[in-house]
């Protein structure tokens, strides 16, 4: 089973900055785009960001964008996000998810395959 593994999340204050990454673990897949979620409690899971196989295109959430960026590094089959400017309402489990595809449609959690086991990030004063 192919399996991601996230970076550990965090506690940050508004205004602050995190990096998750997510790793295929034994496996090199860089051939699918590779898309974030967020689940925050009592709410369903949401799509943030999406970043193509070739790290040249990306799709974000109205929320996030200008303030979350996807890279990927295809020779150390990571990809990350860098999200700054936090915000309280970011509060939720990050999830990265493999598309089906190496481009980025949007961010139906039915065309992502396999799944991170999710890391925590709350954002608090």
């Known amino acids: 089973q192919l399996q991601f593994v996230e970076s550990a999340g965090g506690l940050v204050q508004p205004g602050g900055s995190l990096r998750l990454s997510c790793a295929g673990a034994?496996?090199?897949?860089?051939?699918?785009?590779i898309g974030w979620f967020r689940q925050a409690p009592g709410k369903e899971r949401g799509g943030v960001s999406c970043?193509?196989?070739?790290?040249?295109?990306?799709i974000y959430r109205d929320s996030v964008n200008g303030r979350f960026t996807a890279s990927r590094h295809n020779a150390k089959n990571t990809v990350y996000l860098q999200m700054n400017n936090l915000k309280p309402e970011d509060t939720a489990v990050y999830f990265c998810?493999?598309?089906?595809?190496?481009?980025?449609?949007?961010?139906?959690?039915?065309?992502?395959?396999?799944w991170g086991q999710g890391t925590q990030v709350t954002v608090s004063s």
């Open positions: 970043i193509s196989a070739s790290g040249g295109g990306t």
């Open positions: 034994g496996f090199t897949r860089d051939y699918y785009a």
């Open positions: 998810a493999e598309g089906i595809s190496n481009f980025c449609a949007d961010f139906d959690p039915h065309e992502y395959t396999y």
